[in-house]
C-alpha cells in the first residue's frame, strides 16, 4: 500500500490530465452503453405497455377481416355469447373526426412509424362493458351514463386543457351529417386506455356513436375478456380458436398486446445501428486507454528500471500498473453510469422525436447499472494488460543505460503476420458471407474487429513505407524541417502505430456514419419527393370523398390531382405465415402527372410498368418486400381482398419506405374492386407552371378548407420537417463518430507530448545549432502530418468495408435495398480531417518543443 | 584581429532566493584560428561562460561581441541565427539525430539553413575525410562508436566554417585514447582550417592540446597559460597540472 501510495499515486497526480483524458475514454463508453441500452427498453416497453394499457383486460379483439372499414354487423355479438369462458363481451365503434371549430393544423406530425394528422380518435363504448375492460382513471367529472342514447362525452384530461375544454362545456365535432355537439361530463387522467391516440381521444355512449356517424347497428371491434382473467397461453390460444370458429372467416380474432409486436420490430433496424455504434464507443474508448497506458509505460521506463534494480519485482511493476487501471476503471465507469443516466434522459427525449411516440420515464435498472460498470473496470483491465506486462519485462540495465528506448516488441515486428491473417478472415467472412440473416450480423460486429485490429497491426511493418511516399509532401510543406519531422515516424513505430490507428478509428467512424446517411438520406430523399411529389399535400381529419379531388381539380391553377389511400391488408408470405401490409392505392394516370414512380434498378420498363399496373389485378412492391421475401417481377403476392385471399402480379419493384417499406402499390379500380374501398386518405395537388404555390393554396382553403375540414400544407413544409427528423435520426450516430474523432485527436496530442518529452535533448541540439523555434513546430508538425496522412488513408480504406457490413447487416436484417453512396467528397473531408485534427491536436506538443530550454537541454543526459 | 571579445562579462542566476554570481567580470579576447582551452573546478562558470560566448544565454552585464557582432540583447530569432552561421557546438554527448546518417547529420545546419546541399558536396568530402569517416558515410549513429559520433559532430560543427566552435567536455564521454584521437582532431582543424576553437573541460589532457589555457574559478578568470608553440605536449601538461593543483589548494 505504501509502495501505491508513493509510485502509483504519485504518478496520477504528475499526469492527472492524461489520467483524466483516459478516463473520459471509458466514462463516454460506458455511458454511451447505459444509455443507449436503457433507452432501447424504455423504448420498447413504453410500446409494448401501451398497447397492454390500452387494451386492458382484453385478451382477444375480433375485428372484421374485410379491409373496407365499414365494420360488421352487431348480430354476432349473440354468437359470442353462446361461448363460456367469456366475461365480458365489450362491443365499440371507432370513429375518426375532429372539433368541428379547430384551427386547422399547419402541421403534421411526422414519426419514424408514419404521419399523425392530430385528429380526435372516438370510441362508441357500452359504457358499463367498457369498465370492466378498461380501467379509466376519471380525473373529473363522470363516467358515461347507461343511456347508449346519450349525447355526452368523456376526454383525455391533457386534451381537455389544450383545447381549453372543461367538464360542463358543449363541444361541437365534426359528423358527415354537419357538426354535432356533445357535453363533456368528464375527464380521464391520459393513461392507461388514456394513453390511446397519444392522448387526442375520448369515449361516447355507442349509440349516439352509430347516430351521429351513420352507422347504425354496426360495430368495428368487439373486445373479449375471459372467465379467467390471468390465461395461460395455451388456454387463449384454444379460446381464439374456438372463436374464430364459431364466428367463421369474415371476422379475425386476434391478440391485442400483437399489436405493438410490429412497431416494436421496426424500432430494431434503428437500434441495430446504435448498438452497433455503442460496441465501437467502447472500442474507441478501450483504446485510448491502451494508448494512454503504453504512453506512460514509455515515459516510466526508467523509473521502473531504477525500481527493478534496487530489488522491485516483475509482478510488483505490473501490480502498479495494475493498480492504477482499476482506480481508472473504476473512476472512468462510475462517471460513465452517471453520465449515462442522464445520457438517457435525453436519449429518450430524442426517441420520443424520432418515434412521434411518448416514452414512459427512462428507468435505468441496477443490473444494467451493474453490467455496464463492470463491463467498463474490465475494458480498462484488458487495455492496461498489454502495457502493463511490457512494464514488468523491463530490464533495468536497458532502461539505465539508455534514456526510454525499449526493446521494440514482437509485436512490433511479427504482428503484421497476424495483421494479415486478421484482414484476410475477416475479408473471407465477408465474401463468403457463410451465416445469412441474424448471426451474419453478430458475425458482421467481429469482423469490425478483426479489420481494426488487422489494420492496426500492419502499420508498424508499413510505417517507413508511408514515410518515404509521403516525405516529399511534408518537405513541401514544411521545408526542411518537415523532412526531420516527417523521418521522426520511424523512430517510434509502437507510439506511431498508436497515434495512426487512433486516427484511423476516427476517420472510419466518420466514414461509415457519413457513408450510412448519405446512402439512406440519398434513397430516402429520392422516394420522399415522389413520395410527396406535387405541390400541395391535402389531408383531413375526416375521411375525403373522392369527388372532392375533382372539384380541385377543377379549379383554376391546379394541373393535376391524384387521390391517394393507404389501407392494411393481410398478405400471406411466401414464407406461409400472415403479415399485414400496407396498400397504397392510387389514381395511376393522375399520378404519373403530379409525381413520378421510383423503381428500383433498372429491371423495367417504366411506361410499360405502368401501363401494366393499371390493367388491374396487378401491384407494385416495395424494394424491401422484394428483397425480404426473394420477390421479383412476374412473381404474385397473395393478398386478402372482399372475396378472400387473392394473388395479385409484381408488375413492378419500387423504391417506397412507407410503413417501413412494407407496402404494396396499386391502381385505384383494383383498390375499388377487390377491397371496396371509395375514399381518399391524401390529395396530392400539382400546380400549374408559373402559378403560386400558396396562392392556390390559398384559393382551395378559402373554397373546401372549411366545408371538408381539409389540412392543406405545402409539400416544401413537408419535406423540410422530414429532412429534419431524418437529421434528428442520424444526429446520434455523428455523436459516436465526434467521440472517435475527439479520441483519434486524444491520442495525437499523447504520442506527440511523448516524443517531445523525449527528445528534449535532440531539440535542444537542433536550437543550439541554429534552428529557429517556428522550424521546430514545422517539424512537430510535419510529424503529425504524416501521421494524419496515414491514418486518414487507412481509416478511408476500413470505414468503407465497414459501411458496407453494416449495409449488409441492414439489408439481410430489414430488407432495406439500400445504395451505397460514398459521396466523393466525403474521401476528400475525411483525408482533410485527418490531417487538420492531426495538426490542431499537434499544436501543444509543437509550443511545448518550441519552448524547451536549450541549456537544459544539452545537459539532460 | 580578435574573432570573439568578452568585455565585463557578468551573470547572475537565481538559485531560490539566492542571487549566485556564475561570472563575476571576464574579460578576454580570442584570436583567429587560435585554440582556447577553458578550464576550472565544477562550478567555476566555465560552462555557463561557453553559453555565453555560443550565444545559447545572455549576459547579465557586459557583452560578448562575435565576429563583430554584440551578443547582449540580441531577440531570440537574432541569437538563433547567429548561432546558425557563426558557432559550431560539439557536446559531451554527441547528440546526433538518429534518424539521419551521418552524412546527412554532418548537413544538418545547411538543411536547417535551406541551403542547396549539393554546393556542400565538396566540404562534406574533405570535412569526412578530415575526421576519417568517407567510408562510414551512410551510417546512422546507433552503427557507429562513441569516437566516431563525436567525430560526426566535429563535422557537422565545421561545416557551415563557422567563426568559432565551441566544445562542451568533448571528450568528457570518451575513452581516453579516443579522447586523444578527437582533440588531435580539433588541433588539426585548428593548424590546417585555420579554425577558432574554444573548448571547455577539466581533462588537463585535453587542455594540453590549446594554444591558451584560460583559468576559472568561481566565476573569475584567475590564470592563463600561453605556451610556446614549439613546448612537448608532456611538459605542457605538467604546467597545466600544476596550475590546476595551484587553483584547487
Known sequence: MRLTRLLTFRSIRSRSLRFLLSAFGIVLGVAGL?????????????????????????????????????????????????????????????????LADKERSQELDIGLFGTSDGGLLLHGVVPALEQMTRNYKLVN????????????????????????????????????????????????????????NNGSFGVIPIQAAQEMFNRSDNLDQIDIVPENSNPSTA?????????????????????????????????????????????????????????????????RTREFGVLRTIGMSRSQVMGQVFIEASMLGVIGAGLGVVLGIFLARGLTRLMEVILNQQIDNVLVSSPDIMFSFLLGIGITFLAAGLPAIQAGRISPIEALRVRGKSKEGWIIRYGWIIGILLLGGSVFLLVLNPFPYDVQFRLGSITVFGLFTGATLLI??????????????????????????????????????????????GVAMVIMVRG??????GDLKTWINAYLGGDIYVTSTVRLRNDVGNRIQSLDGVAAVTPIRYFNVDWKTPTGETETINFMAMDVTAYTQVTDFVFSGNTVDPQQAIENLKKGQTVFISSVLAEKYGLSLGNTVSLKSRGGYKDFLVVGIVVDFYNQGLVVQGDWETMRRYFNIRDASTFLVKVDEGQSVEQVQGVIDDLYGKRYHLNLISNETIRKSVVTLMDQAFSMFDVMALISIVVGSLGVINTLTMSVIERTQEIGMLRAIGTTRGQIIKMVLAEAALMGVIGGILGLGTGI????????????????????????????????????????????????????????????? | MSVLEAKEVRKQYKMGEHLVNALDGVDFQVEKGEFVAIMGPSGSGKSTLLHLLGGLDGPTEGNIILAGQPLARLSERKATLVRRHNV??????????????????????????????????????????????????????????????????????????????????????????????????????????????????????????????????????????????????????????????????
Not at chain 1, 526531420?484 to 498508436?498: A, D, I, W, Y
Not at chain 1, 439481410?812 to 460514398?822: C, D, K, P
Not at chain 2, 549539393?118 to 558515410?137: A, C, F, I, Q
Request: aromatic fraction near 6%; hydrophobic fraction near 45%.
Open chain 1, 34 to 98: 447505459l444509455a443507449i441500452r436503457s433507452t432501447n427498453q424504455a423504448a420498447l416497453g413504453s410500446i409494448s405497455t401501451l398497447f397492454q394499457n390500452t387494451s386492458g383486460l382484453a385478451k382477444l379483439t375480433v375485428t372484421s377481416s374485410a379491409v373496407d372499414e365499414a365494420g360488421f354487423s352487431e348480430d354476432i355479438l349473440s354468437s359470442i355469447q353462446k361461448l363460456d369462458k367469456i366475461k365480458v363481451i365489450d362491443p365499440m365503434v371507432t370513429i375518426r373526426t375532429d
Open chain 1, 460 to 505: 508498424p511493418v508499413t510505417v517507413g513505407v508511408w514515410e518515404i511516399m509521403v516525405r516529399p509532401l511534408m518537405k513541401w510543406i514544411y521545408g526542411a524541417s518537415g523532412s526531420l519531422g516527417s523521418r521522426n515516424v520511424r523512430r517510434s513505430r509502437s507510439r506511431t502505430t498508436l497515434t495512426v490507428a487512433a486516427l484511423m478509428v
Open chain 2, 88 to 249: 559550431g557546438f560539439v557536446f559531451q554527448f554527441f547528440n546526433l539525430l538518429p534518424t539521419l546518417s551521418a552524412e546527412e547529420n554532418i548537413l544538418l545546419p545547411v538543411i536547417i539553413d535551406g541551403k542547396d546541399q549539393r554546393k556542400y558536396k565538396e566540404r562534406l568530402n574533405s570535412l569526412l575525410e578530415l575526421v576519417g569517416l568517407t567510408d562510414r558515410r551512410h551510417h546512422k549513429p546507433d552503427q557507429l562508436s562513441g569516437g566516431e559520433q563525436q567525430r560526426v559532430a566535429i563535422a557537422r560543427a565545421l561545416v557551415t566554417e563557422p567563426a568559432i566552435l565551441l566544445a562542451d567536455e568533448p571528450t568528457g564521454n570518451l575513452d581516453s585514447k579516443t579522447g586523444t584521437l578527437i582533440m588531435e582532431l580539433l588541433n588539426r582543424s585548428c593548424n590546417e582550417l585555420d579554425q577558432t576553437v574554444i573548448v571547455v573541460t577539466h581533462d588537463a589532457k585535453a587542455a594540453a592540446y590549446a594554444d591558451r589555457v584560460i583559468f576559472l574559478r568561481d566565476g573569475v578568470i584567475v590564470e592563463e597559460l600561453k605556451p610556446p608553440k614549439s613546448m612537448p605536449l608532456a611538459e605542457r601538461l605538467r604546467g597545466i597540472m600544476g596550475t590546476m593543483e595551484k587553483l584547487e589548494a
Open chain 1, 235 to 299: 388456454e387463449l390460444s384454444a379460446l381464439r380458436v374456438e372463436l374464430q370458429e364459431r364466428i367463421g372467416k369474415e371476422y379475425s380474432v386476434t391478440y391485442p398486446s400483437g399489436q405493438g409486436e410490429r412497431m416494436t420490430q421496426m424500432l430494431q433496424n434503428y437500434q441495430i445501428g446504435l448498438n452497433f455504434m455503442s460496441g465501437i464507443a467502447l472500442f474507441v474508448g478501450a483504446f485510448l486507454i491502451y494508448n494512454a497506458f503504453a504512453m506512460t509505460v514509455i515515459e
Open chain 1, 141 to 196: 367529472g363522470r363516467f358515461l351514463s347507461d343511456d347508449l342514447k346519450e349525447r355526452e362525452i368523456v376526454l383525455v384530461e391533457t386534451y381537455a386543457e389544450d383545447e381549453e375544454i372543461v367538464v360542463g362545456d358543449l363541444i361541437k365535432i365534426i359528423t358527415p351529417n354537419g357538426d354535432k355537439e356533445l357535453k363533456v361530463v368528464g375527464l380521464i387522467a391520459r393513461d392507461g386506455p388514456g394513453q390511446t
Open chain 1, 801 to 861: 468495408v465497414l459501411a458496407r457490413i453494416l449495409f449488409i447487416g441492414m439489408t439481410t436484417m430489414s430488407g432495406y435495398q439500400l445504395t451505397f453512396v460514398l459521396p466523393p467528397e466525403a474521401i476528400g473531408i475525411s483525408l482533410v480531417m485527418a490531417l487538420v485534427i492531426s495538426q490542431i491536436a499537434a499544436i501543444p506538443p509543437a509550443i511545448r518543443a518550441a519552448r524547451v530550454r536549450i541549456l537544459e537541454a544539452v545537459q539532460y543526459e
Open chain 1, 516 to 521: 450510412m446517411t448519405e446512402s439512406f438520406s
